[in-house]
């Protein structure tokens, strides 16, 4: 019996994220679970919409957490060698401090590691882990708009497009439910995602 080295790895970043998710769901002050559809725009041809999982949350203490899920189905278009079947999985576990009351807006501190693995043509490479430290301003409430606006270092020996800036809100319309968007860039490439976010 033969099993994909790849659909291996897939299939342990979703249960991975899945096993994260009760320990995280006691305690809080804030909790959202979020699904969202962002896209590609910049210098990249052939790229279809990521799919996106997550939750994130804080406690009273200020603790923020947050883990997300990944995956994008799609095809590279190499020039003259041809157009090549792409998929991508990702998986991004985030900690961090606020130094204030999230629910007037504070400033935030937080270092996170994403691991991806991607195949071609059915061949996997190896998993790419990367860890960022993020700083930046966010607003978290249960109720009302919820936005963040920050930086994001690659520090684990990058050496080209270390350095993010992210953005987003959400707009509550109708009680524990917001829709918004997500902006993430990095020199002349941006994702932009639009997300269905669930807070309690």
Not at 26 to 43: E, H, K, P, V
Request: glycine share 10%.
């Amino acid at each position: 019996l033969v099993i994909n080295f790849y659909y291996g790895e897939k299939m342990k970043k979703i249960l991975l994220f899945f096993l994260l998710t009760p320990f995280m769901c006691f305690g809080n002050n804030y909790l959202d679970f979020s699904s969202g559809i962002a896209t590609y725009s910049g210098d990249l041809e052939g790229n279809s919409p990521v799919y996106t999982i997550g939750y994130s949350g804080n406690l009273d203490s200020g603790f923020l957490y947050e883990v997300f899920y990944s995956l994008e189905d799609s095809s590279i278009d190499f020039g003259s060698f041809g157009e090549y079947d792409y998929t991508a999985s990702g998986l991004s576990f985030n900690l961090g401090y606020a130094f204030m009351d999230l629910k007037e807006g504070s400033p935030y501190l937080t270092f996170g590691i994403t691991d991806t693995d991607v195949e071609i043509e059915g061949l996997a490479s190896d998993s790419d882990a990367s860890q960022y430290l993020s700083v930046g301003y966010m607003r978290r409430s249960i109720e009302g708009i919820n936005w963040r606006v920050g930086i994001s270092e690659n520090v684990n020996d990058c050496d080209d497009s270390c350095t993010r800036i992210d953005g987003g809100a959400t707009f509550e319309v109708s009680q524990n439910v917001a829709l918004g968007f997500d902006i993430h860039a990095v020199e002349d490439i941006s994702l932009v995602e639009f997300i269905v976010q669930y807070r309690f």
